[in-house]
């Protein structure tokens, strides 16, 4: 007797129909964007853009590596001032100093460059969707970069707060990177931001009352006044009358007797 499996199995039928789950899996995780945006939204405190001096790594500890701050040097140029290890890592090298442009193709500079200056004059956040060139060993590697506008210490546009995000480099050499799309989003200020407006209607109905009110003060110091006149005048009369009675009364001597 033999034990054994038998080819048609329902387990070998269906054998090719597993789904590997890494397909489903998304290939650049933004997570790290969105948390810095947020972290950057709330240092805002009313302020149309935050400080340069309000970055605390501490609030950035889970992305930290994946974080860098750039200056702005010239009109469409700005280079990196600090950088996380995975930054560097993508640029096999490290990046201190180096414009953000060296990570591009020639083509995309242009556009890296505008997206820039956009940036610090608007200012404006900048969301860029990028890929590697692909090479004969390996296909091409989507990334993700977002940069988002800083004050520095005179009070000027010209620092950032980036994150980059990509699948990695596992050949450790220094990747070039194309530019699928850009997304600008200016920074509106708070105070430019709508508030309550009373309509039309509301402000005229206001406008209304206020006027009512008013008149219906007036009226009522009107009517104090006249009472007091009326008071004052029959006063006056009351005066007057007694007067002239004493004026009509015959003067005559009284005579006071004592028998102390």
Same mark, same amino acid.
Request: charged fraction near 25%; charge should be positive; hydrophobic fraction near 35%.
């Given at each position: 007797?033999?034990?054994?499996?038998?080819?048609?199995?329902?387990?070998?039928?269906?054998?090719?129909?597993?789904?590997?789950?890494?397909?489903?899996?998304?290939?650049?995780?933004?997570?790290?964007?969105?948390?810095?945006?947020?972290?950057?939204?709330?240092?805002?405190?009313?302020?149309?853009?935050?400080?340069?001096?309000?970055?605390?790594?501490?609030?950035?500890?889970?992305?930290?590596?994946?974080?860098?701050?750039? &200056?702005?040097?010239?009109?469409?140029?700005?280079?990196?001032?600090?950088? =996380?290890?995975?930054?560097? &890592?993508? +640029?096999?090298?490290?990046?201190? =100093?180096?414009? /953000?442009?060296?990570?591009?193709?020639?083509?995309?500079?242009?556009?890296?460059?505008?997206?820039?200056?956009?940036?610090?004059?608007?200012?404006?956040?900048? #969301? /860029?969707?990028?890929?590697?060139?692909?090479?004969?060993?390996?296909?091409?590697?989507?990334?993700?970069?977002?940069?988002?506008?800083?004050?520095?210490?005179?009070?000027?546009?010209?620092?950032?707060?980036?994150?980059?995000?990509?699948?990695?480099?596992?050949?450790?050499?220094?990747?070039?990177?194309?530019?699928?799309?850009? #997304?600008?989003?200016?920074?509106?200020?708070?105070? &430019?931001?709508?508030?309550?407006?009373?309509?039309?209607?509301?402000?005229?109905?206001?406008?209304?009352? +206020?006027?009512?009110?008013?008149?219906? #003060?007036?009226?009522?110091?009107? &009517?104090?006044?006249?009472?007091?006149? #009326?008071?004052?005048?029959?006063?006056?009369?009351?005066?007057?009358?007694? +007067?002239?009675?004493?004026?009509?009364?015959?003067?005559?001597?009284?005579?006071? /007797?004592?028998?102390?």
């Amino acid at each position: 007797m033999f034990f054994g499996g038998n080819k048609n199995t329902g387990q070998e039928k269906n054998h090719g129909k597993v789904v590997a789950m890494d397909n489903f899996r998304a290939h650049v995780p933004v997570s790290a964007l969105r948390q810095a945006e947020a972290y950057w939204t709330a240092l805002r405190r009313g302020d149309d853009v935050p400080n340069r001096s309000q970055i605390d790594p501490r609030g950035l500890e889970n992305i930290l590596s994946q974080t860098f701050i750039l &200056e702005r040097v010239a009109p469409g140029i700005a280079r990196f001032r600090l950088a =996380g290890q995975k930054v560097n &890592e993508m +640029a096999g090298m490290e990046v201190r =100093g180096m414009p /953000i442009t060296a990570f591009f193709t020639p083509d995309a500079r242009k556009q890296m460059s505008a997206a820039l200056e956009h940036m610090f004059e608007a200012p404006a956040v900048v #969301e /860029i969707e990028m890929q590697t060139e692909a090479t004969r060993m390996r296909g091409p590697q989507n990334a993700r970069m977002l940069l988002l506008p800083l004050r520095s210490d005179l009070g000027d546009v010209s620092r950032a707060l980036g994150v980059f995000v990509s699948e990695g480099n596992p050949t450790g050499t220094s990747q070039r990177f194309t530019i699928n799309s850009i #997304e600008m989003r200016a920074v509106t200020k708070v105070s &430019e931001e709508p508030g309550f407006k009373a309509h039309a209607r509301d402000q005229e109905q206001a406008t209304t009352g +206020a006027d009512k009110s008013a008149r219906t #003060e007036g009226s009522f110091l009107q &009517e104090a006044r006249k009472l007091l006149d #009326e008071k004052n005048q029959s006063n006056s009369q009351v005066d007057a009358k007694s +007067a002239s009675q004493d004026k009509k009364r015959p003067s005559h001597l009284r005579l006071v /007797i004592s028998r102390d």
